[in-house]
C-alpha cells in the first residue's frame, strides 16, 4: 500500500468511523425507552459534533499546503488564549502586556512555524527559535510589562496567569502543528518519512479516542473519584481502561505512523496520560474560577479551549519523543 493509499484509508475510516457514532447517538436520542440516562447521551452527542469539527477540518488539512494548517491553529490558540483571559478579571496595568501577548508573541510563534520549511529548504533550522521564544522571552517579558505600569496589586498572580495562558493555549498547542515540519528517519528508509500531516492527523484522533474511552471506561466501572473537587466524573477505572485501550488502538494503527507496533503502543499511552494531565489541570482552572466551560463557540459544548485541553498537554510531549526518537 502506498504512503497516499495509506493515508486516505485512514482518514476515510475515521470519518465512516464518526458516522456510524453519530448515527447511534441520534438513534438513543430519539429512543428514550432504552433507559439510558437523556443527560449522558446528549453529552455524548455534543462531544460527537465537537470530533465533527476537529477532524473534518484536519482532514481537510491534508489536502492544503502546510501554511494553512498553521494558521488554523493559529486561529485556534488565539481564540482559547481568549478565553483563557477572559475566564479572570485583569487590571489595567494588565493590558498593555495583554496587547504584546496577542498582537506580537502568538502571531510570531506561528509565523516561524509556517517559515520551517522554507528555512529547512535553505539549510537553516528554526526550532531554536520557536521552541525558546515563548518560555524565554515571552515568560520574562510579561513580568516586565506588568512592572512598568505600576501597579503591584496582587502582581505575582496577575503575570503567572497571563504567562500560563501564553503558555498552555499558544505554545503547547503549537507543536501539533510543528509536526508538519518535522524531519523524521525511519531505519529501512532511505528517503525518511514525509506523511507528517498524517502523523498530525493520528495525533489529534489518538487524543479524541482517549478522551472518549476513558469517559466510556469511568461511566461503565468507574468507582474511585481521582479529586472530586476537580473532576467528580474523572475515575481511577476511567483513567486505567482510557490510556490502556487508547494504548492497544494505537499499536494497532502503527502502520500510519514512522513507529513500530511498540512504538506507536507507548506514543499513544504517552499521549492518553498526558491528555488526562490536561483535562484535569484545566478543570481545576475552571472550578478555581467557578465557571463550568471556558466559552460558548462550541455550540452546546462550551468553548475551544474546552475541546483542545487534553491536546495542548499531548502535542508538546508527543513532538519532542518524536523528535528526540525518529528525528536525525
Known sequence: MSDETRKWVFVSGVLLLLTAVTTIGQMLKRQPETGLNPAMIEAFNRRVRAWWLLLSLLAGALILPNWVTVLLFFGLSFWALREFITLTPTRPGDHRALFWVFVLFTPLQYL????????????????????????VYGVLFIPTRVAFSGDPKRFLERTAKIQAALVVCVYCLSFAPALLELKIDVKGQTEGWNQNSLLLFYLVFMVQVSDALQYAWGKMLGRRVIAPAISPNRTWEGFLGGVGSTALIGAALWWVTPFNQWQAALMSLVIGIMGFAGGMTMSAIKRDRGVKDYGTLVTGHGGVLDRIDSLCFAAPVFFHLTKLMFSG
Open 112 to 135: 516561524l512555524l509556517g517559515m520551517q520549511g522554507w528555512a529547512l529548504d535553505h539549510n537553516y533550522d528554526l526550532y531554536g527559535l520557536y521552541s525558546i521564544l515563548i518560555p
